[in-house]
């Protein structure tokens, strides 16, 4: 299937959004002339979110061990794409801007991550301790260890090929798993770009816990350093 696209979002209870974001990405799908599939990797919800994904004709992959990384895994495990687009099904991303990754992909880049900062709208849509601590803080502590050249480390909208997902070989159950794949892919060698995008409020406040998640991604962040973990070829 070349250049087939799974589309595949992360879900737990998410049923004032999910059923947007499926029509969204499946919208975009159409309008841009691509074959793909949407997946939603649901990681337990009880709010009938699987029910609403699955009547707007999304596969819907249900996973048992919770957590951010795991869910993403589970999903990404039954993708049968070549190029892979994940985001969140919170309605904060714009689906619209496939065609962005997707293009970037076809050009021969084989991790395409979105870009928040770059755009002004989006920094007011981000909470203010998100927006400096979580977009471009830990962004920048990130590049102090394994300099991976991008600017938003912790975008949730990212694109890449199939080959590329297994080369990362990622692991991480949780929040820190956005980190764990920026330093994976710098360490597999991957050719990488960005691109810009929107992002807008979340309805419902955010359920991240900025602290505790942000603590997270820095543990992984050194433990990956100091473990040479990709290291050596993201330090030299």
């Known amino acids: 299937?070349?250049?087939?696209?799974?589309?595949?979002?992360?879900?737990?209870?998410?049923?004032?959004?999910?059923?947007?974001?499926?029509e969204k990405a499946k919208k975009s799908l159409q309008e841009n002339g691509f074959e793909g599939e949407i997946i939603v990797a649901d990681n337990g919800s009880d709010d009938g979110s699987k029910e609403i994904a699955r009547q707007k004709e999304a596969r819907v992959i249900e996973v048992a061990n919770r957590g951010y990384g795991n869910a993403y895994l589970g999903g990404l495990k039954e993708a049968r794409g070549n190029f892979l687009l994940i985001a969140d099904s919170d309605d904060t991303y714009d689906f619209s801007e496939m065609p962005k990754f997707i293009e970037k992909l076809k050009d021969g880049y084989e991790f395409v991550n979105g870009n928040r900062i770059g755009n002004l709208w989006s920094l007011k849509s981000l909470p203010v301790i998100h927006r400096y601590f979580g977009a471009i803080i830990l962004s920048g502590f990130l590049n102090v260890f394994f300099r991976t050249g991008l600017t938003d480390a912790h975008c949730g909208m990212r694109a890449f090929t199939k080959d590329a997902y297994l080369k990362m070989g990622l692991a991480s159950p949780g929040m820190e798993f956005a980190s764990e794949m920026l330093i994976r892919a710098k360490g597999a060698g991957l050719k990488t770009t960005e691109v810009e995008i929107k992002y807008n409020p979340r309805s419902e406040g955010s359920k991240l816990n900025p602290l505790g998640d942000g603590w997270r991604h820095i543990k992984t962040i050194l433990r990956f350093y100091f473990q040479g973990v990709n290291g050596d070829s993201a330090r030299a």
């Open 1 to 22: 299937m070349s250049n087939f696209i799974s589309v595949v979002m992360p879900c737990l209870n998410e049923k004032e959004t999910i059923g947007l974001c499926v």
